[in-house]
């Protein structure tokens, strides 16, 4: 494992198919690696003990539990309180998906799940109630092409995903297009 390639390729063809199937049994993991998969439980165990592995959770979709609304706010804090960290105030409001410190013009980037817009209002009013909050700004989401990618692991970011992890069910196989549109 090199400076820039933290993990073997063997243990980035491991994450790549549990980024997309984390159920997948040892024994299916270790046939996809050419392993046993005892190796292969060995070889998960590493990487959950190092950190790499930070857990495993069910992808609820968000509109089935009734958070349709999907935003972006975008959060600056008042002028000489820069050194205060908001993002305990933010963990607070449940509606908050993410919470991001950022360079640029906003100090955080928050995004925000919400029932309607009347929810998403009174979410955002709970943001700028906070002490520090100068001011926040929201963007809210059309439509959303893709969520939760898999880390492009062991080549280079710009290359086609290869085939070893499995397709989650449900998923439309890839088609090509002609060009820009």
Request: hydrophobic share 35%; net charge negative; with cysteine.
């Amino acid at each position: 494992m090199g400076k820039t390639d933290p993990v073997s390729q063997t243990d980035a063809r491991l994450l790549r198919i549990l980024q997309v199937e984390g159920r997948r049994s040892y024994a299916d993991l270790g046939s996809d690696l050419g392993m046993a998969g005892p190796s292969a439980h060995e070889r998960v165990k590493k990487l959950e003990a190092k950190g790499v592995i930070r857990g495993y959770s069910a992808h609820v979709d968000p509109r089935a539990v009734g958070l349709g609304v999907l935003a972006f706010t975008w959060v600056t804090q008042a002028p000489g309180t820069i050194t205060i960290d908001l993002m305990p105030r933010f963990e607070e409001i449940l509606e908050i998906e993410e919470c991001h410190h950022v360079a640029g013009e906003a100090d955080y980037i928050l995004k925000i799940r919400s029932r309607d817009m009347e929810h998403l209002g009174d979410v955002i009013r709970r943001v700028q109630i906070i002490p520090n909050v100068f001011s926040t700004q929201t963007d809210v989401v059309f439509t959303t092409g893709f969520e939760r990618r898999p880390l492009p692991l062991g080549r280079p970011a710009e290359e086609k995903p290869a085939e070893d992890a499995p397709k989650p069910a449900g998923e439309a196989p890839e088609t090509v297009s002609g060009g820009d549109s």
